[in-house]
């Protein structure tokens, strides 16, 4: 049952730094009522309390893009780790620090002992649905080998290094997690949603998913996963061939575990090893429409005209109409 009640002045001054708090606190929950409880706030406290409402719901997503990214396995997101020493994606920074998360969470026990062995047997990538909105699904195969390790609770996570052409929706990502579609996921980088590709840098998304294995029964064991991402099309330069294309890489698949052996009870990383020959993965293109070059000119006439007799619409109108009679 939900009940209401009014605010006392005391808590209707105190509301907005409250709300401000619960995102300084990292409080996911919390936070993801402050755009009502200040647009509330402001209606109640100012005459044009709807102007303001208006201007901060359409503000408010670049700032809220800061509480995004929020990955529970590990210590901390790999991608959290890299972009809190760089401030732009570049390929060759984080392969750096990837193999530096990988030696600081080995999942030996001892120095001496052989790190546990996944096999990467397959990886498909497509691109599903048409227009401007569209999913990146990629199927993952799996193969675990018989030998009894000392791994548990494992996630699959994938890195998926975005072309500066598209971008993910932190809070569609957010929709997805709350509903139970990962285990936690993140979003980094570049995640202003409004700039042209020739304005904006590369974002990353990192996807937490959970899977169980049973190496008990003496026998290799298949895992076959698949991730769907929805992402969505940058404003695109001009081309003269009317389409901008935009390709995507392989992704970062890794392997996190629990070590039920380790004292400290601590998480540990995997890379799944694969056989180049036999592995290939066929590159994915997104060809998004943009506007043609030489059609530059014949556009910025049309428009200036349009905008010139639409003012002169509106403004006659309002000179005639308001002589005196």
Not at 11 to 29: A, H, M, Q, T, W
Not at 74 to 84: A, G, M, P, V, W
Not at 93 to 105: A, G
Not at 129 to 144: N, P, V
């Amino acid at each position: 049952m939900i009940v209401f009640r009014e605010i006392s002045p005391a808590e209707d001054f105190y509301y907005p730094i409250g709300s401000l708090i619960s995102i300084f606190r990292n409080d996911k929950d919390d936070a993801l009522l402050v755009p009502m409880r200040i647009v509330g706030w402001i209606s109640r406290r100012s005459e044009m309390g709807v102007l303001w409402s208006f201007f901060f719901c359409c503000c408010f997503p670049v700032v809220a893009l800061s509480i995004s990214g929020d990955c529970s396995s590990l210590e901390d997101c790999i991608l959290k780790s890299y972009f809190s020493k760089h401030e732009v994606l570049s390929d060759s920074s984080f392969q750096d620090l990837l193999q530096d998360e990988l030696s600081k969470f080995s999942c030996k026990l001892l120095p001496g002992d052989p790190n546990p062995q996944l096999t990467l047997s397959g990886l498909g990538r497509r691109l599903i649905g048409e227009g401007s909105h569209r999913h990146l699904s990629s199927t993952i195969q799996l193969q675990i080998p018989p030998q009894s390790f000392p791994l548990q609770s494992c996630k699959l996570v994938m890195i998926e290094r975005l072309p500066s052409g598209v971008f993910a929706d932190p809070f569609e990502l957010d929709h997805l997690l709350h509903h139970g579609a990962y285990a936690a996921i993140g979003v980094f980088g570049d995640t202003n949603l409004e700039l042209p590709s020739v304005s904006s840098n590369r974002s990353a998304v990192e996807i937490h998913m959970n899977f169980k294995h049973n190496t008990s029964s003496g026998a290799m064991s298949a895992l076959g996963i698949r991730i769907d991402l929805p992402l969505h099309a940058r404003y695109a330069a001009l081309h003269e061939s009317g389409y901008s294309e935009v390709a995507f890489g392989t992704p970062d698949l890794l392997v996190s575990c629990s070590m039920e052996g380790s004292s400290e009870k601590r998480s540990c990383l995997i890379v799944p090893s694969s056989d180049s020959n036999k592995l290939r993965t066929d590159v994915v293109v997104w060809k998004i429409p943009c506007g043609i070059m030489s059609h530059t000119n014949v556009v910025s006439v049309v428009t200036f005209a349009t905008a010139f007799v639409s003012t002169l619409v509106i403004v006659l109108p309002s000179v005639l109409y308001s002589k005196p009679r």
